[in-house]
């Protein structure tokens, strides 16, 4: 089994309207090999009110998660985003940027099994007993989706692909509280 | 006296279908006293004179309004003068600068430190003969009957060679651990693990099991 680096990036906005952003770098065991984060950012009034709605995607896709990427030096084979906002970046760089969930409905007949829901989104199933996995790709990459598939059941039978998610978003929150503090 | 029902009885005979309605001496005289106080009374009539239409002369006419010739002398030509302008002197402009145009990144060992979480498997999608024979496993490797083993849950996967410590709690369903780093050589076997509970002791017992 090929030895895959899986990447993981999310942003954090606090109560206080502070963003922090950060991408983790796993091996094929969940075990961490590189993290990153940005700096606290706190936009002032003034450019809350210039960039309105695009806030929001514009701190997190273009701004922190392109200086994040470019700063990491170990390189991810896949990076798992939170949302479709960082799909935009998938044109800058050379590994497939992918949506992962639980889906909530019977298991597959078997692991390996997989569903197409669309062009660019399918249901596999890792691991027996369990509920499938959901896998989205941008749809402008949607020919990826088969060796992304390929890449997830692999990884699936030594980490749990979804939870590194949640170590990210618990380090963001306690780096944002702490910056809130200071 | 306002008009009301006139009082009846009734009396049921026997052996007749229905009542029958019975009105005394009493009610008829009452009757009439109320057909009398229904009809209205006669208005009564005054007439009154009008009062008398005179008429009315007006003793003072309008007046003669006297008139006067006004003198108009010819208005004066108005002054112009010319209003100097300044040349416009040139706006400054200001160029807002956006604070996060370029943000800074950091590395940290920060998640070095933090565990791998393992939430527990849905069992309802657990066959009951796998569980079941899960159970008596447990009951079997520490010698226990099969109902004295609840069984807490079952994790996976988990490369149960690295593992370098390893917490369970039962009550938020989750199990805890870190990972050593493997080696390049060997590849690591991972496993599903599940979590029982002993009701003798209240000990937490675990065994493994094959991913698939």
């Given at each position: 089994?090929?030895?895959?680096?899986?990447?993981?990036?999310?942003?954090?906005?606090?109560?206080?309207?502070?963003?922090?952003?950060?991408?983790?770098?796993?091996?094929?065991?969940?075990?961490?090999l590189?993290?990153?984060?940005?700096?606290?950012?706190?936009?002032?009034?003034?450019?809350?009110?210039?960039?309105?709605?695009?806030?929001?995607?514009?701190?997190?896709?273009?701004?922190?998660?392109?200086?994040?990427?470019?700063?990491?030096?170990?390189?991810?084979?896949?990076?798992?985003?939170?949302?479709?906002?960082?799909?935009?970046?998938?044109?800058?760089?050379?590994?497939?940027?992918?949506?992962?969930?639980?889906?909530?409905?019977?298991?597959?007949?078997?692991?390996?099994?997989?569903?197409e829901?669309?062009?660019?989104?399918?249901?596999?199933?890792?691991?027996?007993?369990r509920?499938?996995?959901?896998?989205?790709?941008?749809?402008?990459?949607?020919?990826?989706?088969?060796?992304?598939?390929?890449?997830?059941?692999?990884?699936?039978?030594?980490?749990?692909?979804?939870?590194?998610?949640?170590?990210?978003?618990?380090?963001?929150?306690?780096?944002?509280?702490?910056?809130?503090?200071? | 006296?306002?008009?009301?029902s006139i009082?009846?009885?009734?009396?049921?005979?026997?052996?007749?279908?229905?009542?029958?309605?019975?009105?005394?001496?009493a009610?008829?005289?009452?009757?009439?006293?109320?057909?009398?106080?229904?009809?209205?009374?006669?208005?009564?009539?005054?007439?009154?004179?009008?009062?008398?239409?005179r008429?009315?002369?007006?003793k003072?006419?309008?007046?003669?309004?006297t008139?006067?010739?006004?003198?108009?002398?010819?208005?004066?030509?108005?002054?112009?003068?010319?209003?100097?302008?300044?040349?416009?002197?040139?706006?400054?402009?200001?160029?807002?600068?956006?604070?996060f145009?370029?943000?800074?990144?950091?590395?940290?060992?920060?998640?070095?430190?933090?565990?791998?979480?393992?939430?527990?498997?849905?069992?309802k999608?657990?066959?009951?003969?796998?569980?079941?024979?899960?159970?008596?496993?447990?009951?079997?490797?520490?010698?226990?009957?099969?109902?004295?083993?609840?069984?807490?849950g079952i994790?996976?996967?988990?490369?149960?060679?690295?593992?370098?410590?390893?917490?369970?709690?039962?009550?938020?369903?989750?199990?805890?651990?870190?990972?050593?780093?493997?080696?390049?050589?060997?590849?690591?076997r991972?496993?599903?693990?599940?979590?029982?509970?002993?009701?003798?002791?209240?000990?937490?017992?675990?065994?493994?099991?094959?991913?698939?």
């Amino acid at each position: 089994m090929p030895e895959y680096k899986v990447g993981y990036i999310d942003t954090y906005r606090s109560d206080r309207n502070v963003f922090v952003g950060g991408a983790l770098v796993t091996d094929c065991y969940g075990i961490p090999l590189e993290f990153r984060h940005t700096d606290p950012v706190s936009p002032t009034k003034m450019e809350q009110i210039l960039y309105g709605k695009a806030l929001d995607r514009y701190l997190k896709a273009d701004t922190m998660a392109n200086a994040l990427l470019k700063e990491l030096s170990a390189k991810p084979d896949l990076l798992v985003v939170p949302d479709e906002s960082y799909f935009t970046l998938t044109r800058s760089y050379h590994y497939p940027f992918v949506q992962l969930g639980v889906v909530r409905r019977e298991p597959l007949p078997k692991p390996g099994d997989f569903q197409e829901v669309s062009e660019n989104e399918m249901f596999l199933q890792v691991l027996s007993h369990r509920e499938p996995v959901r896998i989205r790709v941008d749809r402008k990459n949607a020919p990826t989706l088969v060796s992304v598939k390929g890449m997830v059941f692999e990884l699936g039978r030594t980490m749990d692909v979804i939870e590194p998610m949640s170590r990210v978003a618990d380090a963001l929150k306690t780096l944002a509280d702490d910056s809130g503090r200071s | 006296m306002s008009p009301r029902s006139i009082p009846t009885k009734e009396f049921k005979f026997t052996g007749l279908p229905g009542t029958v309605r019975v009105e005394t001496m009493a009610d008829r005289e009452l009757e009439s006293k109320l057909v009398a106080l229904e009809q209205p009374e006669p208005a009564a009539r005054e007439v009154k004179p009008f009062l008398v239409v005179r008429v009315v002369e007006s003793k003072i006419g309008p007046e003669k309004v006297t008139a006067r010739n006004v003198k108009i002398s010819k208005m004066a030509a108005p002054k112009v003068s010319r209003l100097k302008l300044e040349p416009l002197k040139s706006v400054k402009g200001h160029l807002f600068k956006f604070s996060f145009r370029e943000i800074g990144t950091s590395f940290s060992g920060m998640m070095d430190k933090k565990s791998i979480t393992r939430e527990m498997l849905d069992l309802k999608y657990y066959p009951y003969p796998l569980l079941s024979e899960i159970i008596s496993e447990m009951a079997e490797k520490n010698q226990v009957g099969f109902s004295q083993v609840k069984l807490v849950g079952i994790f996976d996967p988990i490369p149960s060679e690295l593992i370098s410590s390893i917490k369970l709690d039962s009550y938020s369903g989750k199990l805890k651990f870190t990972l050593s780093r493997p080696d390049r050589k060997k590849k690591p076997r991972c496993v599903r693990m599940a979590y029982g509970r002993l009701r003798t002791d209240d000990r937490i017992v675990q065994i493994v099991l094959p991913l698939n």
